[in-house]
T-cell receptor
Framework: GNSVTQMEGPVTLSEEAFLTINCTYT??????LFWYVQYPGEGLQLLLK?????DKGSNKGFEATYRKETTSFHLEKGSVQVSDSAVYFC????????????FGPGTSLSVIP | NAGVMQNPRHLVRRRGQEARLRCSPM?????VYWYRQLPEEGLKFMVY????????ESGMPKERFSAEFPKEGPSILRIQQVVRGDSAAYFC?????????????FGSGTQLSVL
């Protein structure tokens, strides 16, 4: 079945460091891919998305490129801030099942001043 | 325009009691999804409902758990005879009729603690 794998956390970075969170997926067909972010005490929010191969999603300085050949959708940010501390979830939509969103296990990020 | 509303934010129950979690979807959304988030684990899908219908309950435990989304009122996730292992954050999400995709919006969750 469809699934999403993410690098394990927690990840701790200093402010202004470069961030990469790896995500790979297994899917039949051509799913849309997403990154969601969960700030402490809140629900998940959509951070960015890409709907087809080679698309780049971007938002708030974060980027991810849909790589069909490597089945990956790695999240990157050039310079993280303390306010980026959160849990990040990679996800895909399962087109064979009402576009059901399937989430990865999440990666916790802590940014220290 | 209110988002997805969940209540209560925190719920404490003793073993054997019942827990009722409520979710009101965003205005215009007719599809509701429940997820469970356990400590150190990811977000696990539980159930997908439309008004008066359960569409996908493949993630629901077979016993003690039930969900409904009546014609009027919020969606309810009900856990009977709670056990300590039910302690978790329960999130509700809603989407418009055309499916989830990027139109999935989450509530702030209910933290259930079982003593």
């Amino acid at each position: 079945g469809n699934s999403v794998t993410q690098m394990e956390g927690p990840v701790t970075l200093s402010e202004e460091a470069f961030l990469t969170i790896n995500c790979t997926y297994t899917a039949t067909g051509y799913p849309s891919l997403f990154w969601y972010v969960q700030y402490p005490g809140e629900g998940l929010q959509l951070l960015l998305k890409a709907t087809k191969a080679d698309d780049k999603g971007s938002n708030k300085g974060f980027e991810a490129t849909y790589r069909k050949e490597t089945t990956s959708f790695h999240l990157e940010k050039g310079s993280v801030q303390v306010s980026d501390s959160a849990v990040y979830f990679c996800a895909l939509s399962d087109q064979s099942s009402y576009d059901k969103v399937i989430f990865g296990p999440g990666t916790s990020l802590s940014v220290i001043p | 325009n209110a988002g997805v509303m969940q209540n209560p934010r925190h719920l404490v129950r003793r073993r054997g009691q019942e827990a009722r979690l409520r979710c009101s979807p965003m205005k215009g959304h007719s599809h509701v999804y429940w997820y469970r988030q356990l400590p150190e684990e990811g977000l696990k899908f539980m159930v997908y409902l439309q008004k008066e219908n359960i569409i996908d309950e493949s993630g629901m435990p077979k016993e003690r758990f039930s969900a409904e989304f009546p014609k009027e009122g919020p969606s309810i996730l009900r856990i009977q005879q709670v056990v300590r292992g039910d302690s978790a954050a329960y999130f509700c999400a809603s989407s418009p009729p055309e499916g989830q995709g990027e139109k999935l919006f989450f509530g702030s969750g209910t933290q259930l603690s079982v003593l």
